[in-house]
């Protein structure tokens, strides 16, 4: 099966009465201004999360063409080390836990860069009270023009503890850790619980999206790679 990744405006006007004359306002084009020139990137998705359709934002995002995207999962352009987070999310909105979820997003374009932003995604529903879509809203980081700020204490990280970093960003597990830097599991596991206490965040995915967002880990980057001066 496949999808057309397209902007499909509703065809809805409303007329207003009014000093003689008539004025028709067309939502449809208004509705399209919002989602093409809002600098949002904007994507509908059918159950399975896969693209129906996305507004020139997201597609320039992650540096596609309409048909690179058709039926291409939404999954597909996070960082391997939060798709898990996210899946818990969609699976909570496709069982009716919620309505919607808003998250911090580290996101991987096709030619295998990298944007930051926070995403809300909303579950839309059909007459007989299922999940018949998602609508997601992705709101990208600016670029920053303040200079670098300077690296604080405790955030530099050993030159251990920045690979073990780069490895869960990569999606890595902990045997797979264990078996690359020939450590134990319970030595990787050890090192990981310090890394979420350093930097204050409750699980693995959270921590990779605190790296990208505090210039730890490099954006884009693949890959994902500490950036040198966070290594003590």
């Known amino acids: 099966m496949t999808h057309e990744v397209e902007s499909r405006p509703a065809e809805l006007t409303h007329s207003v009465h009014g000093l003689g004359a008539t004025q028709t306002i067309d939502y449809a084009q208004v ?28 597609v320039h ?4 063409t309409s048909a690179s995207l058709s039926g291409r999962s939404f999954l597909d352009f996070l960082n391997p080390g939060t798709q898990e987070q996210a899946r818990r999310h969609f699976g909570r909105l496709a ?79 902990t045997i797979q850790l264990a078996a690359k830097l ?22 693995r995915a959270a921590l990779v999206s605190r790296a990208y967002a505090t210039g730890v880990l490099t954006i884009g980057a693949w890959p994902p790679s500490v950036r040198p001066e966070f290594i003590e």
Request: proline share 5%; glycine share 10%; net charge positive.
């Open 61 to 64: 995002h992650v540096s596609g």
């Open 182 to 203: 020939h450590l134990s599991r319970q030595g990787i596991e050890y090192r990981v619980s310090s890394l979420l206490r350093k930097h204050r965040v409750p699980n």
């Open 31 to 58: 509705a399209l201004a919002i989602l093409q020139y809002s600098g949002l990137c904007i994507a509908n998705l059918d159950p399975e999360l896969r693209l129906v359709e996305a507004n020139n934002e997201f």
């Open 95 to 173: 069982s009716g836990q919620r309505s919607a979820f808003t998250d911090y997003l580290v996101g991987v374009s096709l030619q295998g860069g990298q944007f930051t932003g926070h995403l809300t995604a909303i579950a839309n529903h059909s007459d007989t009270g299922r999940m018949s879509g998602v609508t997601v809203i992705v709101q990208p980081d600016g670029a920053s023009a303040e200079p670098p700020r300077p690296v604080r204490k405790n955030r530099a990280l050993n030159p251990l503890d920045a690979r073990i970093l780069e490895g869960i960003a990569a999606g890595a597990s």
